[in-house]
């Protein structure tokens, strides 16, 4: 969790207006509205390596638990909302960029909740069985 806090933090360095500027025009060479794309894009998805550590974490509180069908579930679920965010921003004619970060963050949140829903699950009937 705190190397994914951590990496989030400094990735939302790049939000600043001039630091943006400098990455995604003078590093990567970037210019105009592909430019912009990719500032929305990056802004979109500045949250996810938090999410990352937050899922990593509740993998391993359901494996030491031993009840690892709410992994399998999650994941399921994740490719569901996945597909389902790709096919309505496709057929939106929404840009790529905001289609393929909306959808991967979207699919990061959904999965992330649902394990958090299993390891809630499993520890309620561990404190039960106490």
Do not use: C, N
Not at 31 to 40: N, P, Q, S, T
């Amino acid at each position: 969790m705190s190397l994914g806090l951590g990496t989030t933090a400094v990735m939302s360095v790049g939000l600043l207006p001039s630091v943006s500027d400098a990455v995604f025009g003078d590093l990567i060479g970037l210019d105009g509205i592909v430019k912009d794309y990719a500032r929305h894009g990056y802004a979109i998805l500045v949250i996810v390596p938090y999410l990352q550590g937050w899922r990593s974490l509740s993998y391993g509180a359901l494996v030491a638990l031993g009840d690892t069908g709410g992994i399998r579930t999650a994941a399921i679920v994740r490719i569901a909302v996945l597909v389902a965010a790709l096919g309505v921003g496709v057929h939106g004619g929404w840009p790529g960029i905001y289609v393929a970060a909306g959808a991967t963050l979207l699919a990061e949140l959904t999965e992330v909740g649902a394990l958090q829903i299993s390891v809630r699950r499993v520890l309620g009937r561990v404190s039960g069985d106490l």
